[in-house]
């Protein structure tokens, strides 16, 4: 009887696997988990939160029941289709949901883990000998077994590719270090752990000739100590998830495209007036980022190859219908640049929410994977740092960006005059595979008469 009720309980466990992320992404660090072991959920219910390489996402839990078992941990990579925790269903030891499959519903998403049960004995992250009828011995008596060797180094359990990458990358063999995670298993942060403590891969066997270690001996033993406090207090960050994407998209750039830079000095007091009079008729308020983000707009109408991308596969240039304009933005969890999608089929004011609620949400970096695709141009107010200028890095596939430096009061002659102005420094950078300087130098003009005299745009409106 109670081998029936163990093998009921066994049956209902469930793997929620992490599901295909699409996109070409196989990969997410786990950021945290909104459940613990032992918790009851329901179908749907938020369980835990990954960051890909595109967005930072929460994902509901496809199945009903009580927390068996958490599979990763905070910090973890983890891939498509690896189990992120195990659900056993309720009541399951009676054995009153054999053959029943309600609690799978139907909001299941697309990629999630529902397939039938299978037997726990080859998902349970317990590891141990095995015994003849093909079911995994207590670790406890696996513990107990003594080892074949007492000079043979304990062996721990490894189950992500990640992982054994990880530590064969810095020297490390992950199976000979020791495990934190569910049964032993060794995981990322233990490698991590490892690497910070200036361990060294036990499997590695360098054979070292007796008269070059005395050579060295006389050298190394006035270095070992202050290397040793040197990197004890080092931190080591992994680049991984947005900050990897971000890395590799950046260096891309650097190397591919002929870029070039051009930049003006823009007096902006104008812009200012505007925007204090715009706010006084209306009784709403305008950031100065929708004013500029505005005349962006009117500028990409009136030189459309600058919103424009290259296709490198058919050696391309792809100049765009819609202007999505993207914004960058830097979030908590990395840069950012969150997309305004048909910017050019939007009034002032709609243009002016838009980039409101984008640059609100980017005080948390929580945008959805549409919200972070499909730019055409993109524009970068880095003057929010206190900086006057910058040469930005282009966004791929795009060919080109603005630049925004802070506004700050400079002498400036005006009819002739030299008198106290609000100045601000515009930077503009283009990929000249899709043009000369021409019509670059022709649009930044353009965006600085539209600051320098704002109602210079109402023709184009």
């Known amino acids: 009887m109670s081998a029936e009720t163990s093998s009921a309980k066994t049956t209902s466990a469930r793997d929620f696997i992490l599901p295909d992320l699409g996109e070409g992404l196989t990969e997410a660090e786990l ?11 329901h179908v749907d219910q938020m369980v835990v939160e990954v960051e890909s390489a595109k967005s930072v996402v929460e994902l509901p839990c496809p199945f009903a029941g009580r927390i068996e078992a958490l599979h990763a941990n905070a910090g973890d990579t983890v891939s498509a289709g690896q189990a992120l925790l195990s659900v056993a269903e309720v009541g399951a030891e009676s054995g009153a949901n054999e053959g029943s499959d309600s609690d799978s519903g139907g909001a299941n998403l697309i990629g999630y883990g529902t397939s039938e049960p299978k037997a726990r004995s080859t998902k349970k992250r317990s590891f141990g000998p095995k015994t003849s009828d093909s079911t995994a011995a207590p670790v406890a008596e696996a513990a107990a077994t003594p080892p074949a060797s007492a000079a ?37 942060a233990d490698v991590l752990k490892a690497l910070e403590s200036g361990a060294t891969a036990s499997s590695a066997t360098a054979s ?11 050298h190394a033993s006035t270095t070992t100590s202050a290397s040793a406090d040197s990197t004890s207090r080092d931190t080591r960050t992994p680049i991984t998830g947005l900050r990897k994407v971000v890395s590799e998209r950046l260096s891309k750039s650097r190397q591919e495209v002929p870029e070039a830079t ?12 505007t925007k204090r009079a715009l706010e006084a008729r209306t009784g709403e308020k305008y950031s100065l980022l929708s004013l500029v983000s505005r005349f962006v707009v009117a500028g990409l109408k009136k030189h459309p190859i600058i919103n424009s991308s290259i296709d490198t596969e058919n050696n391309e240039i792809v100049t765009h219908a819609d202007i999505n304009l993207g914004l960058a933005a830097q979030t908590p969890r990395g840069l950012m640049v969150p997309v305004v999608h048909s910017a050019d089929q939007m009034s002032l004011r709609q243009l002016r929410d838009s980039v409101s609620e984008t640059v609100g949400k980017a005080s948390t970096g929580k945008f959805s994977t549409q919200e972070l695709t499909g730019g055409t141009f ?27 430096g802070r506004i700050k009061e400079r002498p400036w002659v005006v009819d002739g005059e030299l008198t106290v102005r609000k100045v601000m420094f515009l930077s503009f950078v283009f990929d000249h595979r899709a043009c000369d300087g021409a019509e670059p130098s022709q649009f930044l003009t353009f965006i600085a008469d539209c600051i320098e005299n704002p109602i210079s745009l109402l023709p184009e409106l």
């Open 31 to 41: 950021i945290s988990w909104m459940v613990n072991v032992g918790d009851e959920v």
């Open 152 to 188: 043979e180094p304990s062996v721990s359990p490894v189950s992500s590719p990640i992982v054994r990458k990880l530590a064969k990358d810095n020297g490390l063999s992950a199976k000979h270090l020791p495990g934190t995670g569910p049964g032993g298993i060794v995981t990322r």
């Open 208 to 218: 070292v000739s007796d008269t070059a270690a005395q050579v060295s001996r006389a």
């Open 378 to 404: 993109t524009l970068n107010n880095y003057g929010v740092f206190g900086v006057d200028g910058s040469a930005p890095i282009i966004n791929l596939p795009e060919v080109a960006m603005l630049g925004l």
């Open 262 to 273: 051009i930049w003006l000095d823009v007096d902006a007091t104008e812009l200012l007036n």
